[in-house]
């Protein structure tokens, strides 16, 4: 077990240093960063100084090197429209992501986990087709345009919830809905799909055959080994909703790293947009870190499947 | 009266392709303390008999008729909550695969222990402690220590201990063992075979053993009901199958008995494939495979009649 | 092209009968793709003509609605039905080529992990994880904006950031069939690496990709229109569905159709391709689940 987390952990070591790599390369992909970074009107000197300045002349690994021993520190630099550290923006804003984030995956497991359950226990019945609608809808629906439709019909129509900002919890609502869509769609259908697959398995069989109460069979027994696949998915789930939050903060004017990330995009402010990916990478790499020491709890196979490996 | 009777049992699966005849009127009865073979080649319907009897036909399998009384009381009078009461207290059942029949994320002390609650209520502690016990009884090593274990922290044969331990911790006085050594290594099987039949003995519990491998019977059965195509074609004590069949079916698998060095392995060998179970055809299902066919048996399907005392055949020509 | 070729006799062994939701998702991808396909023929305007005297209409079954205009015009005055027929050889056409293209890198890259395994599996499987760490959206908005946005650049993007799916699912595959009898025959008549794989190990992966790349299109079509949606798409004046709604979003008080007609545009794409990979995987592949 020990083992197990310690291999864990230094593999999700690597996959940093791979982001790392990314994010590094995300300013050198046209050659010449001063062209990113200066106005297209600059100055020949002042490309020449910020050269310098940044050690653009050094070979590249050395710039990596660089690069690295202050991200690691996390220094990502001073962003260039707002002149204050990057990192210090990102600190700012996040919370309203992960806000929204976990308001949006709450949300979806709320309505979907049960939705999929009953429907694998009453299959075929009026309660599956209309879920089995939902999730075909749910996983078509792009979130830009549910939330111009929520938009549309809830804050323009009905003039229940506001259209945009981030004030006051009935700001966060249509949101939430519309960055959990997508997501309660997956989960519906893999809770459906992975309680059918555990009801038919023979377990199930053999704890009917010895008497045990269809409920503690169906509650028991049969949730907690549908429940292993769902856990795997929500760590996955999350990277998706941290990508769907940047159109979604976009859409909804809610002032998270997405609506950072999205102007930083434009100003041209690449150490913020740097350190936002490597801040939302390393964030989805530590939760699938959690996520698979749950897992290990869950499922006491996976650890002796995983050293047997 | 019999421990358990079962009169006129028709299991049917209806499929996209027509309706599968799975179970198709059989009838047998065990006494208490009884050890039933129940034996054909796969597909014959044996195990679908065993989980009607449970009354877990998964769908879309249905009990279209019969009766299936034990000590008296017809099973399928019984509401969902009486039958559960039924199933692990008074007939339990052990399964052919231990690896997929026990739960995975559950401990092999919590599986027994749930039985063991679900009939007699009490303390959980108490239900962990008949848990241990149990594991004892089917002679786990450190059973206090195994008890702690998940499935797949066993070897077969201590899965399958376990699986027996599941079954007979409530004490039911029927014991259905749906192919209990199939999945397993020669050696293994014997000691579960020794073990069935030590357990038998002590608490005078009736075995309904469902198998292909009549090496097995031999070893553990009082009598014998061959089975094909859904239908009982002979039934007797398992002395008189070995020494005198008499429906030509039995005689087929008992030509095909491997010698002794190859017990555990399945039959074969008998030519022809076993019937479509879909057909609605009338006469004998066996005809088309039989060597002793005659016109008739094609027309009329025979019924079983006891051509010696105590010995049931299904077939007009057999040689008696 | 040819993959679609090769593809044919796979799909063409269905174990079931067509289901009412394959059929419907055959038959709306039929028209959605016949529609995109002869656009230029069936729009009744041009889609960039600007008619400023018929701006904002709504469609034509509303008051002031125009019989010429079915689904209404934008606020520059153009047709919206033209428009969107128009956008769905962006979309289809953006989405086909970037799922061909993320399958080429993908299955590239999970032939080479399962094949050789050791090494090149875990340096393969450590990039894979890299990628799914990294918010595909912002990586691509970021190298969009930085390379500018074109169409070829969009492809670019679009194939490089979603092979993972693909490389996952070809390595799990090689895996097993590497093991089975009739690659080792291969591999002791003496042949090479490179012709196994491509002989013997693809040809049996190919179900798998199948099912995957359908389910992908669905994604890259959504994932197209977003990158439009957020300005860093195919540019104007070509018409995309993203775009639209993006200038719908500005008119969401005021004009309804603006926003609505591009996305129910996507969203039946999107369902119809679901709909179709779904009833691939069950027919073809039971166990897959993506």
């Given at each position: 077990m020990v083992g197990y987390v310690g291999r864990r952990l230094l593999q999700s070591l690597g996959v940093l240093l791979g982001v790392s790599v990314i994010v590094f390369g995300l300013l050198h992909l046209t050659g010449d960063p001063t062209r990113l970074l200066l106005p297209l009107e600059a100055r020949e000197e002042d490309v020449r100084q910020l050269r310098a300045l940044l050690g653009l002349d050094d070979p590249l690994w050395v710039q990596y090197g660089r690069f690295l021993a202050r991200a690691v520190r996390g220094d990502f630099g001073l962003s260039f429209k707002h002149q204050v550290p990057a990192l210090a923006l990102i600190f700012q804003t996040l919370p309203a992501t992960l806000q929204l984030t976990a308001a949006g995956l709450g949300l979806a497991l709320v309505v979907a986990v049960p939705a999929g359950i009953l429907s694998a226990l009453k299959r075929n019945s009026l309660l599956d087709a209309l879920c089995s609608v939902g999730v075909l809808l749910g996983q078509a629906m792009p979130v830009y345009w549910l939330g111009l439709l929520l938009i549309m019909v809830f804050a323009v129509g009905l003039g229940w919830f506001p259209a945009a900002g981030r004030d006051g919890w009935t700001s966060i609502v249509l949101p939430a809905t519309a960055l959990g869509a997508f997501s309660m769609a997956r989960i519906a259908r893999m809770a459906r799909s992975g309680m059918l697959e555990v009801l038919a398995q023979d377990y199930v069989r053999t704890a009917r055959a010895a008497g045990i109460r269809t409920f503690v069979v169906t509650y028991k027994y049969a949730l907690k080994n549908a429940a292993i696949p769902l856990v795997t998915i929500i760590g996955l789930e999350f990277g998706i909703l941290l990508g769907g939050a940047v159109i979604t903060e976009t859409i909804f004017a809610w002032p998270g790293v997405g609506r950072l990330a999205v102007d930083a995009i434009f100003s041209r402010d690449y150490p913020l947009v740097q350190a936002i990916v490597a801040v939302l990478a390393t964030l989805f790499v530590v939760i699938n870190l959690v996520i698979d020491l749950v897992y290990t709890y869950l499922d006491p196979r996976i650890v002796y499947v995983r050293s047997a490996r | 009266m019999a421990l358990l009777s079962v009169e006129g049992l028709r299991t049917q699966f209806a499929t996209g392709a027509g309706t599968v005849r799975a179970v198709d009127g059989v009838s047998f009865a065990i006494e208490r303390g009884e050890v039933l073979g129940l034996v054909g080649e796969s597909g014959c319907g044996k195990s679908v008999t065993s989980l009607s009897i449970m009354r877990l036909v998964p769908p879309p399998g249905q009990i279209v008729a019969g009766r299936i009384r034990l000590e008296g009381e017809d099973l399928l009078d019984k509401d969902a909550e009486a039958m559960r009461r039924v199933r692990g207290a008074r007939i339990a059942m052990v399964f052919q695969e231990p690896m997929t029949s026990l739960n995975p994320v559950f401990t092999i002390g919590d599986q027994i222990?749930?039985?063991?609650?679900?009939?007699?209520?009490?303390?959980?502690?108490?239900?962990?402690?008949?848990?241990?016990?149990?594991?004892?009884?089917?002679?786990?090593?450190?059973?206090?220590?195994?008890?702690?274990?998940?499935?797949?922290?066993?070897?077969?044969?201590?899965?399958?201990?376990?699986?027996?331990?599941?079954?007979?911790?409530?004490?039911?006085?029927?014991?259905?063992?749906?192919?209990?050594?199939?999945?397993?290594?020669?050696?293994?099987?014997?000691?579960?075979?020794?073990?069935?039949?030590?357990?038998?003995?002590?608490?005078?519990?009736?075995?309904?053993?469902?198998?292909?491998?009549?090496?097995?019977?031999?070893?553990?059965?009082?009598?014998?009901?061959?089975?094909?195509?859904?239908?009982?074609?002979?039934?007797?004590?398992?002395?008189?199958?070995?020494?005198?069949?008499?429906?030509?079916?039995?005689r087929g698998l008992l030509r095909c008995l491997p010698h002794p060095s190859r017990f555990g392995q399945p039959l074969s060998s008998i030519e022809g494939a076993p019937p479509d179970l879909r057909g609605a055809d009338a006469g004998c299902p066996f005809a088309p495979r039989c060597p002793l066919a005659i016109e008739s048996c094609r027309r009329h399907e025979p019924a079983l009649a006891e051509r010696r005392p105590g010995h049931f055949v299904a077939c007009p020509v057999a040689v008696v | 092209m040819s993959v679609t070729a090769t593809m044919l006799p796979v799909v063409a062994r269905p174990r079931r009968r067509v289901s009412f939701r394959a059929a419907f998702g055959l038959g709306a991808l039929l028209l959605i793709g016949g529609s995109a396909v002869f656009a230029p023929q069936l729009a009744p305007w041009d889609p960039a003509r600007q008619m400023l005297t018929k701006r904002l209409r709504p469609p034509m079954w509303q008051a002031r609605g125009l019989r010429e205009h079915p689904l209404g015009t934008d606020h520059l005055g153009r047709d919206i039905l033209s428009r969107i027929l128009h956008g769905g050889r962006i979309s289809l056409g953006v989405g086909l080529t970037a799922v061909t293209l993320s399958a080429l890198i993908g299955v590239t890259l999970g032939l080479l992990a399962g094949f050789?395994?050791?090494?090149?599996?875990?340096?393969?499987?450590?990039?894979?994880?890299?990628?799914?760490?990294?918010?595909?959206?912002?990586?691509?908005?970021?190298?969009?904006?930085?390379?500018?946005?074109?169409?070829?650049?969009?492809?670019?993007?679009?194939?490089?950031?979603?092979?993972?799916?693909?490389?996952?699912?070809?390595?799990?595959?090689?895996?097993?069939?590497?093991?089975?009898?009739?690659?080792?025959?291969?591999?002791?008549?003496?042949?090479?690496?490179?012709?196994?794989?491509?002989?013997?190990?693809?040809?049996?992966?190919?179900?798998?990709?199948?099912?995957?790349?359908?389910?992908?299109?669905?994604?890259?079509?959504?994932?197209?229109?977003?990158?439009?949606?957020?300005?860093?798409?195919?540019?104007?004046?070509?018409?995309?569905?993203?775009?639209?709604?993006?200038?719908?979003?500005?008119?969401?008080?005021?004009?309804?159709?603006?926003?609505?007609?591009?996305?129910?545009?996507?969203?039946?794409?999107?369902?119809?391709?679901?709909?179709?990979?779904?009833?691939?995987?069950?027919?073809?592949?039971?166990?897959?689940?993506?």
């Open positions: - | 222990a749930a039985a063991v609650l679900a009939h007699e209520g009490g303390r959980r502690r108490a239900a962990w402690d008949r848990a241990v016990e149990m594991l004892d009884q089917v002679q786990v090593p450190s059973p206090g220590e195994r008890a702690r274990d998940y499935p797949h922290q066993l070897s077969g044969g201590l899965r399958q201990r376990a699986m027996i331990a599941l079954a007979l911790a409530p004490g039911p006085q029927l014991l259905i063992a749906d192919e209990p050594t199939t999945a397993l290594d020669v050696t293994i099987q014997a000691q579960i075979l020794d073990l069935l039949r030590r357990l038998q003995a002590e608490r005078g519990m009736a075995v309904l053993l469902i198998t292909h491998d009549l090496g097995v019977v031999a070893e553990l059965c009082h009598r014998v009901a061959i089975i094909y195509a859904g239908r009982i074609v002979e039934m007797a004590p398992v002395a008189r199958i070995f020494e005198e069949p008499l429906h030509p079916y039995t | 050789f395994g050791g090494r090149a599996d875990a340096l393969i499987m450590r990039i894979v994880d890299v990628f799914l760490a990294i918010p595909y959206i912002l990586l691509a908005m970021g190298v969009v904006f930085a390379l500018g946005p074109s169409l070829l650049n969009v492809i670019l993007v679009m194939g490089a950031t979603r092979w993972v799916q693909f490389a996952r699912i070809v390595r799990a595959d090689v895996l097993s069939i590497r093991e089975r009898e009739f690659v080792a025959g291969a591999r002791a008549r003496g042949n090479r690496p490179l012709r196994l794989l491509l002989r013997h190990v693809l040809p049996n992966a190919l179900t798998p990709i199948i099912v995957v790349a359908t389910l992908e299109l669905a994604f890259m079509i959504i994932y197209e229109s977003a990158l439009s949606f957020l300005g860093l798409g195919v540019q104007p004046p070509t018409p995309t569905w993203g775009w639209m709604l993006a200038d719908g979003r500005n008119y969401v008080a005021t004009a309804w159709w603006l926003a609505t007609f591009p996305g129910l545009a996507i969203m039946l794409t999107v369902l119809a391709v679901n709909l179709l990979g779904d009833w691939l995987r069950d027919t073809l592949d039971p166990r897959l689940k993506v």
